[in-house]
């Protein structure tokens, strides 16, 4: 059965009907520390959630642990949950994976709804199923394939993100019009980011900022892209929901990028998901002109966007065997073979593509040079 993704206009009513589908005998909400102070008050006075029972754990990549899995199956138990309880996931990718993998397997699964509050989870993360935690210095390495019941993505919670969230969402945007068609990249390429984000100062909350019009304005084209991104992924993980073929599709730039952000994490020196995916991105369109004939206009078109945007990757040359080595841990190796999602043209997709070592090393250096 397809996942629901509901596009909001009315969050506490589409919520309402989430959790009226199932009827719960008891319902949970999983937040972290920055959510739970953010995105919380948005819907704590709803009427669907006055039972809820609150969950908290750490914020950031750095607490997708097997501890904090244990200590949400540990208030699942204390709190009474069953079979036929109910967990909602408010919080940004790394709540949304950790809290549907903990619905999964938490008395062998329990039915769960994700409400992404970052750019990131909504275009990417809490659609298409994958759960999972994060294991020895690897990024998702222990998770399963499970849908939420629904999916209620209310961009209202952009609101609350600050300039490197927006843009680390953003990345995953990008490499949705990259592998769809050039209409889309486009339109990405155009809209002008860094009226959001300059605009921004620190995490704001959602209240803070309502009065202001001109920053509405720029939400408003935002959400727009978000729903045509969000159709993107919706569209492939329908036509392969468990990744043994066009799904590879969306790994365009991870498996560089997954490299650059298991180093950053274990030299702690964690850096956003979508930054390592926005240089891994710069590196596998590299290869893609090299190896595929990917056209150079819109190669140097997206990494001049990258480069204006994320700036510089922090790279050492002697970090590269060991990126390398990162590499050979990738999810989509097979048979110790790593496999590469290319680019012939924007939305033209070479999966399962075998990249030389020296290559990969030369996009690196294209990397580091600029
Ligand atoms: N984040 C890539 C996928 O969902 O397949």
Not at 41 to 57: G, K, N, S, W, Y
Not at 158 to 183: C, V
Not at 228 to 238: F, G, L, N, Q, T
Not at 289 to 312: C, H
Request: aromatic share 8%; charged share 20%; hydrophobic share 40%.
């Amino acid at each position: 059965m397809a996942q629901d993704v509901i596009i909001s206009k009315n969050l506490q009513a589409e919520l309402s009907d989430a959790i009226g589908r199932i009827s719960p005998d008891r319902l949970f909400v999983l937040t972290d520390t920055t959510t739970l102070s953010l995105c919380w008050p948005v819907v704590q006075d709803f009427a669907c959630l006055r039972e809820a029972r609150m969950i908290t754990i750490g914020a950031t990549d750095e607490a997708k642990t097997l501890e904090s899995l244990a200590d949400v199956w540990t208030a699942l138990g204390e709190g009474g949950a069953t079979r036929h309880s109910m967990l909602i996931n408010l919080g940004g990718g790394m709540i949304t994976d950790l809290g549907g993998f903990a619905a999964s397997t938490f008395k062998r699964g329990i039915a769960f709804v994700n409400v992404p509050t970052t750019l990131l989870a909504m275009v990417d993360a809490s659609v298409g199923g994958k759960t999972g935690i994060n294991f020895r210095g690897l990024k998702n390495e222990i998770g399963v394939f499970n849908e939420a019941e629904t999916v209620v993505l209310d961009t209202h919670f952009l609101r609350t993100l600050d300039s490197h969230n927006i843009l680390s969402g953003y990345a995953e945007m990008l490499k949705h019009g990259l592998i769809s068609n050039r209409q889309h990249w486009t339109e990405l390429l155009r809209f002008d980011i860094s009226a959001i984000c300059s605009q921004i100062g620190t995490v704001g909350g959602p209240d803070c900022v309502e009065d202001q019009p001109d920053r509405s304005e720029h939400y408003t084209s935002l959400a727009h892209l978000v729903a045509e991104s969000v159709a993107v992924k919706e569209r492939i993980v329908a036509e392969d929901p468990h990744e043994q073929g066009i799904r590879k599709a969306l790994n365009l730039g991870h498996t560089i990028g997954h490299a650059f952000e298991s180093l950053a994490l274990v030299n702690n020196r964690p850096i956003l998901h979508g930054y390592a995916v926005a240089w891994g991105m710069v590196c596998e369109l590299y290869l893609s002109v090299k190896l595929m004939g990917f056209p150079k206009d819109a190669f140097y078109k997206t990494v001049g966007f990258i480069g204006d945007n994320y700036g510089r990757m922090p790279l050492d040359c002697r970090d590269y065997d060991r990126l390398f080595e990162l590499m050979t841990h990738d999810k989509k190796n097979v048979a110790g073979r790593m496999n590469f999602t290319l680019l012939a043209d924007i939305g033209d997709i070479r999966i399962n593509q075998q990249v030389t070592k020296d290559d990969i090393f030369e996009a690196l250096d294209y990397l580091r040079e600029g």
